[in-house]
């Protein structure tokens, strides 16, 4: 079993920056797709950013595309979530998530996750 931990949240001011940090342990991911999702609230979960295993392929949700950017340092067993030109709208609890073996295709899918962080509070100020 993999353990996550997400760090880098906080507040900060619209069209400002923050880089989210999963920390993983128990288990390399190296191997693994991985990514991002957010749940503001009262709304439902929603995908931001994955990164296939090989770290060549990456996914953006529409609303992220072009001003976040989704990495990974398997050295670390460490996957980032650098954010920019944050707006109001980007406040959310954001989860790191462990996701399929081997894959280098997008899913978006929770239920393709099987381990979760913590999460991380990520606030903007307009």
């Known amino acids: 079993q993999v353990q996550l931990v997400e760090s880098g949240g906080g507040l900060v001011q619209a069209g400002g920056s923050l880089r989210l940090s999963c920390a993983a342990s128990g288990r390399t991911v190296s191997t693994y797709y991985m990514a991002w999702f957010r749940q503001a609230p009262g709304r439902e979960r929603s995908f931001v950013a994955g990164?296939?295993?090989?770290?060549?392929?990456?996914y953006y949700g529409d609303s992220v595309k072009g001003r976040f950017t989704i990495s990974r340092d398997d050295a670390k067993n460490t996957v980032y979530l650098q954010m920019n030109s944050l707006n109001f709208e980007d406040t959310a609890v954001y989860y790191c998530a462990c996701g399929p073996k081997w894959r280098t295709t997008a899913t978006t899918a929770g239920g393709d996750f099987h381990s979760w962080g913590q999460g991380t509070q990520v606030t903007v100020s307009s």
């Open positions: 990164i296939g295993w090989t770290g060549s392929s990456t």
